[in-house]
């Protein structure tokens, strides 16, 4: 049986010389005839940008969504994860480095068109997609397919992205999302430079975007790690910029750095660096501020800004108890901001023990 054609990206442009510039991110790549991109599944291939990763996930797993992060979008439900090869940004720190340094010949990629994406996530009845693992940005047209036909089936979808992506790319791709994570790897220029390869601006344009352009519910993860991103005043700078520009309602996660990648011999996050980020967010407004990676039941969470009431005490990415009623606390009726469905949650017995009164 022939292998399908590739697909043919979105995005790109034609120098004068004939190679192709990528303008899906700030990278802008320009490609030669028969070379990738940085990302290295995006190629120059006979003249056209083709995009190797489409129908072509390396990862899949069914997860809580609590693992993406996310708090506040259908908390005890599961979520189909996939992911690809490749990625535009270089982080030297990578978590999931085997998939996200992998090129397209180094992965065990599965074809899997966007109809059976749909369909494994209904056969395993999860109410939600995630486009995660390496950056979904790179492979935006993939995203764009399997969220109409999730949409059309009443399933969301959720990118788990570094938000590193121009702005049209951004209005195209973020149209047929529900939520996202970003990850906000540093409030620093110089380590965006030095230990990503790419910049700041470009992430906080796309927060600004989410927060003023989109209806798409957003969180933000910022992973602390010693001695290059983990300052008092770096966390302070970063959380007034948040409350600032995104609200005290952006709920926020500090998680922990495990020794990985390039930077296998940097000590992992102490505790205590976690929960003084933690106070240092919450000093500054915002109201739901999270720890993760490290068993942390109080960081873990989600109490009602205005009585102080636990809300949904979680045990890594299980949910103990829910005490919310249609969306708002069920003690003073605070409303809480987010994207939350009860009955999804008291379905979810492999996640939700006990619900609260």
């Not at 973020?174 to 030095?194: G, I, M, R, S, T």
Request: a negative charge; one cysteine or more; proline letters at 6%.
């Amino acid at each position: 049986m022939a292998a399908e054609p590739l697909k043919e990206a979105q995005w790109w442009t034609v120098e004068a010389d004939g190679r192709i510039r990528c303008t899906l991110c700030p990278r802008d790549c320009i490609i030669p005839e028969g070379k990738h991109g940085f990302c290295f599944i995006r190629k120059n291939e006979a003249g056209r940008l083709v995009t190797l990763g489409y129908g072509h996930p390396s990862a899949l797993q069914l997860d809580p969504i609590e693992k993406k992060p996310l708090n506040h979008f259908l908390p005890g439900t599961q979520i189909l994860s996939l992911g690809t090869a490749g990625c535009n940004l270089g982080c030297r720190f990578c978590q999931n480095w085997d998939l996200s340094k992998a090129r397209e010949v180094d992965a065990q990629a599965i074809e899997l068109s966007p109809e059976r994406v749909v369909e494994m996530a209904e056969r395993h009845g999860a109410p939600s997609l995630a486009f995660t693992y390496n950056d979904p940005t790179i492979w935006g047209e993939y995203v764009i397919d399997i969220s109409k036909r999730a949409h059309e089936r009443g399933i969301r979808t959720v990118m788990v992205t570094a938000g590193y992506i121009h702005e049209q790319p951004f209005r195209e791709i973020y149209q047929h999302v529900d939520a996202a994570n970003v990850d906000l790897k540093a409030f620093d220029e110089d380590f965006y430079y030095k230990l990503t390869f790419s910049h700041l601006q470009p992430v906080l344009d796309t927060l600004v975007r989410l927060r003023k352009e989109t209806d798409v519910w957003f969180e933000i993860t910022n992973l602390l790690i010693p001695g290059h991103n983990d300052s008092p005043e770096e966390t302070r700078r970063m959380c007034d910029w948040i409350l600032r520009n995104l609200g005290a309602d952006t709920p926020l996660h500090f998680t922990a750095f495990h020794p990985a990648y390039k930077l296998a011999d940097a000590p992992p996050t102490p505790s205590s660096t976690l929960e003084r980020a933690r106070r240092i967010a919450l000093e500054a407004g915002l109201r739901y501020v999270y720890i993760g990676n490290v068993h942390s039941p109080d960081g873990q969470t989600t109490y009602c800004p205005s009585c102080g009431e636990a809300l949904i005490e979680r045990d890594w990415h299980s949910i103990l108890s829910y005490r919310l009623r249609d969306g708002a606390c069920a003690k003073c009726g605070t409303k809480i901001a987010g994207v939350f469905d009860d009955r999804l949650a008291r379905k979810s017995d492999g996640f939700v023990r006990r619900i609260g009164p």
